[in-house]
């Protein structure tokens, strides 16, 4: 978490990088970036060398392919 450097997601202050579940503090074999209208998370795929980012916005559309660019954007500076 202490790699990413964007403080924003979205126009929107991150409020939380995770690597742990928040319930059970499990690892969840990645990372999750949290704002208050959307996330998106991180993590290795099994059978191929790619990262798969999953995605989800609270607003509409638009909002949710400008988290899914800067996540992209964020995969890119840390690999």
């Given at each position: ?5 964007a403080?924003t997601?979205?126009?929107e202050?991150i409020?939380a990088?995770l690597?742990n579940?928040p319930?059970?503090n499990?690892?969840?074999?990645g ?8 996330w ?9 060398p790619i990262?798969k980012?999953y ?6 559309e638009a ?6 660019e800067?996540?992209?954007a964020i995969v890119?500076?840390?690999?």
């Amino acid at each position: 978490p202490e790699d990413i450097q964007a403080s924003t997601l979205a126009g929107e202050s991150i409020e939380a990088i995770l690597t742990n579940a928040p319930g059970n503090n499990a690892k969840i074999g990645g990372l999750k970036v949290v704002a208050q209208n959307g996330w998106f998370a991180l993590r290795p795929s099994g059978t191929e060398p790619i990262y798969k980012v999953y995605a989800e916005s609270f607003i509409d559309e638009a909002h949710l392919k400008q988290i899914q660019e800067e996540a992209q954007a964020i995969v890119k500076s840390l690999f």
